[in-house]
């Protein structure tokens, strides 16, 4: 079943069940998955539709994170609601040994040796770990492997 088949029969279900803010979170995802494609012209795949998730969690993150800063918890919890409905479409994550690995293989295999190979390690990086780590956390442990 493609993502945005579940994601469709999951608007279904929480239609169904009456949960009013899994229905808007989900309603959410699939009003972006459809404005990229017509945006775009093309019709997403799975590994599209894992970005366009990760990016809306990404999002919530950086508002919960300026909404806490600005003294608005009420604010930062329903950010932070949604992204506990988002995650569970995402793949399973890497734990960190695993990722760890993947970025030490990946910067001996691109030859780089400091910070001027980050955007090519982060190139090859990007579609390997999509939807399996944060690209954040990746770039953070790139950064200090190569700058170590």
């Known amino acids: ?78 950010e932070e609601a949604e992204i506990a409905i988002l995650e569970p479409y995402l793949p399973e994550q890497l734990p960190e040994h695993e990722l760890v690995e993947i970025i030490d293989k990946t910067i001996a295999e691109a030859d780089a040796t400091d910070m001027s190979g980050m955007g090519q390690v982060m190139g090859l990086l990007k579609p390997r770990l999509q939807g399996r780590a944060d690209m954040a956390e990746v770039s953070r442990l790139v950064r200090s492997r190569l700058a170590g």
């Open 1 to 78: 079943m493609s993502l945005k088949t579940q994601l469709n029969d999951d608007v279904k279900q929480a239609m169904r069940s009456g949960e009013k803010e899994r229905l808007k979170t989900l309603r959410m995802v699939t009003a972006a998955i459809k404005q990229r494609e017509i945006d775009e012209r093309i019709e997403l795949d799975d590994a599209q539709v894992l970005a366009v998730i990760e990016k809306m969690i990404k999002q919530r993150r950086e508002s919960a994170e300026q909404y806490r800063e600005g003294s608005r918890p009420e604010l930062a919890e329903s």
